[in-house]
């Protein structure tokens, strides 16, 4: 079932997005024109984090529907740790071979990436995946009810440089099926969690800042200043995701109103600088299912407009952009690391090389 490929010469991809008509939510008309079919974004299936052991676990939403075959991620040739996740595919690290994979978690389908051109610490760098979603349209037509598209991936690697505060960025592309480094640095600071948003990568940073990163033209990191607003002074935590393709982010303030706020970003450049517009704000921690001596802690985003929040223990909580409590889910893993990654289950995507 599995795939391996290592040199230029496999040019690795993810294939197949497959889209299917759905009855009754859309129309045509008697012309015969082409009926088309809106897909929404897809909501976060649970979380991948470690054990105290250092493997991977799963925690879904929905056991019934949202469960994977193998959440330990034992169909690898090698034990491994989770570094990153988008659109139902991760990024894993080898704990013996330090080489990282690509795997689709559903399909138990993965592919080894040829080692890196700068022998940067794996511990030490900071990994984001990016499916190229580009070309994958939005519509679906009444003549094409089945649809296939090819879908390429990024990994970006940001390691620490020779000074202080500075990193580097190492990026792959299933395309040419080759590592690619512009060779140039950033400082800023540190690194912390990072997403996939816009084709871009993205870090939050130790210095309430935002580090990015364009691969598909290989261009120089950048810091992004956030624009402070009055409401956001006193701000205890914050998290970046990505919502419905956009850079979004998740604010707790400072008690005792400990409301949430979140903020996305107009996609308007000015100057290389982002607008932040305040989004909604949230109830107070116990309305959240909280309390004062709990203190939320948000989580990256992923997919559907949904805010993820932990309650400190064992519990995590989905909200609406307007505070109304969506779901939430148990983690029942006795000893656990909190280096939660959002999983969506992508059924129809599948992994293969060419």
Sequence with gaps: MQEEREGESAAGHFGHQQYYKSGGSSSSSSSGSEEKIYVAPPSISGFFFHTSDGKPTY??????????PDPSLSFFPEDVSVKASHRGHLCCL????????????????????????RNHDPDSTSVVLILDESNIPMFLYEKSPKFECSVHFWVVCAYPGPDEGSYGFESFTSEMWHWEDPGELIWPGRLESGVAAGAKAWWRTSREELAMFYPRYLSTGKIVRREKKDQLDNIMCWEIGEVRGALCTTDVLEPPSLLAAVASPV??????????????????CESLGGSIDKKM?????????????????????GYEFDGQLKRHLVIDTPDFCTDFLPFIIEKMLTLHCA
């Design 267 to 284: 996609v308007v450049r000015r100057q290389e600088k982002y607008r932040w517009p305040l989004g909604p704000l949230l109830a107070d």
């Design 59 to 68: 925690a879904p939403f929905c056991p019934e529907t949202n469960s994977l």
């Design 94 to 117: 080898g704990r013996r071979t330090r080489q990282l994979y690509v795997c689709n978690p559903v399909t138990c389908l993965w592919v080894l990436l040829p080692p890196a051109r």
């Design 297 to 317: 802690t948000p989580l990256r985003m992923q997919g559907a407009p949904e805010m993820m929040l932990w309650d400190g223990d064992r519990q995590i909580f």
